[in-house]
């Protein structure tokens, strides 16, 4: 009874995954690339409760200066990272060596990277110096972004402390798809004056009275709304969807995790 009801639903199904795929944008990139499965996250939990709860804690909090749940460690940053320290140990500490197999070490990744919730996503981190390349270089980012006083702040906002403001996920959304991450306050916006200046820029803040605005100039300003004209804020963003690969992406991300002010 149950197979012959399967059967008859299978075809319609099909029909509408495929009517999904076809109405997504050619640049759309697949998220499976950009994160581990849910699968890896239960054998990562597995590997975690039995080699590696006893000295982090079942909370990940268990080590002084480490917290496993929250992505706060001492030296690790990119995924690889992890691996590594997992493999290697800690010299002159208690963080043994183990041996693992790939699959187990991807589920450990995982895990930390989900925040330790079996039904959490777990972005994949690469690597900060490669990430650096790629956002001072191929990927463009500093035509628009500033990061500790270097490239362009007209129109996009500064990046020197977003590693603080932003999960991996958060950052991960904005760059595949700027459109959906796009935050109300960092809206294009165009106003027009009641002295017949055209003002556009990117907004910062507003209340009832006031919007306060980076111009196209780069300078800071504040208008009275009473004072204006016209008044639009675009809800479409100006960031493009990227077109760099999955392995790209994980490695700016792992960089800009790393921005987090000058210290
Ligand atoms: C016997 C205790 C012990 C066990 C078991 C253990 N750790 Fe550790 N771990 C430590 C200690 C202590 C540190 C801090 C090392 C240091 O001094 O830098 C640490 C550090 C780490 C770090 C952070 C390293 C850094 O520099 O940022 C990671 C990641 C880590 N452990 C993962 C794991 C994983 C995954 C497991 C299980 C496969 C595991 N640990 C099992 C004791 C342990
Ligand atoms: C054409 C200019 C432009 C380029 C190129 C660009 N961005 Fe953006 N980015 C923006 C703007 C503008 C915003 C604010 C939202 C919007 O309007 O799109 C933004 C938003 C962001 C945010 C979100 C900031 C927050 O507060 O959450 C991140 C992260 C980001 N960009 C990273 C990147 C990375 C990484 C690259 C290179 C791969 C890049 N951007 C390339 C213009 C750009």
Known sequence: MRV?????????LCAAVLTLAASLPAAAQNLADHTYTTTDIEAGARVYIADCALCHGANGDGV??????????????????????????????????????????????AYIRAGFDPSGVAVRVGDPARGQAIFEGQGRCVGCHRVNGVGGRRLAPDLGEIGIARTAAALQRTILDPNAALLPINRPIRAVTRGGETVRGRRLNEDTYTVQLIDSEGQLRSLAKADLREYEVTTTATMRPTSLSADQVADVIGYLLTLRGIS
Do not use: C, K, W
């Open 64 to 109: 002084d200066g480490v917290d496993l749940r929250r992505g706060r460690f001492r030296t690790v940053r990119s995924d690889d990272d992890v691996r590594r320290v997992v493999t290697q140990g800690v010299a002159g500490s208690r963080m043994p060596s183990f041996d693992l197999s790939a699959a187990e070490l991807n589920g450990i990744v």
């Open 4 to 12: 012959t009801f399967a059967a008859m639903h299978l075809p319609r």
